[in-house]
């Protein structure tokens, strides 16, 4: 059973920046594509980020595209999310998911494709 416990989120101001975190225990991270997912008040969870299990590969939404670098760090199992020129829209709970290596790229939009959550973290942006 993989935990993922994600950290970073706050109240901040438009044009300013995050760095999320989530750190991974209980498995071997290395199995895993994360990925970052965001859900705002009335609308669907969505795929924010992803990347692949090697850190190799990675994928973005266009509307977080040139504002936003997934990482991931294999010593300490864990994944990060760098967000900069932070807007309004994108407030929301952020999530960090796990899915096993393997499962096509196809799928990475696909909340049903990911294996495990975490409980999420808040992020307000303030115009």
């Known amino acids: 059973q993989v935990q993922l416990v994600e950290s970073g989120g706050g109240l901040v101001q438009a044009g300013d920046s995050l760095r999320l975190s989530c750190a991974a225990s209980?498995?071997?991270?290395?199995?895993?594509?994360m990925g970052w997912f965001r859900q705002a008040p009335g609308k669907e969870r969505e795929l924010v980020a992803i990347?692949?299990?090697?850190?190799?590969?990675?994928y973005y939404r266009d509307s977080v595209k040139g504002r936003c670098t997934i990482t991931r760090d294999s010593d300490k199992n864990t994944v990060y999310l760098q967000l900069n020129g932070l807007k309004p829209e994108d407030t929301a709970v952020y999530y960090c998911?796990?899915?096993?290596?393997?499962?096509?790229?196809?799928?990475?939009?696909?909340?049903?494709?990911?294996?495990?959550w975490g409980q999420g973290t808040q992020v307000t942006v303030s115009s």
């Open positions: 990347i692949n299990w090697s850190g190799g590969r990675t």
């Open positions: 209980g498995g071997t991270f290395s199995n895993y594509d």
């Open positions: 998911a796990a899915r096993r290596r393997g499962v096509s790229w196809g799928y990475v939009g696909s909340t049903s494709s990911y294996d495990y």
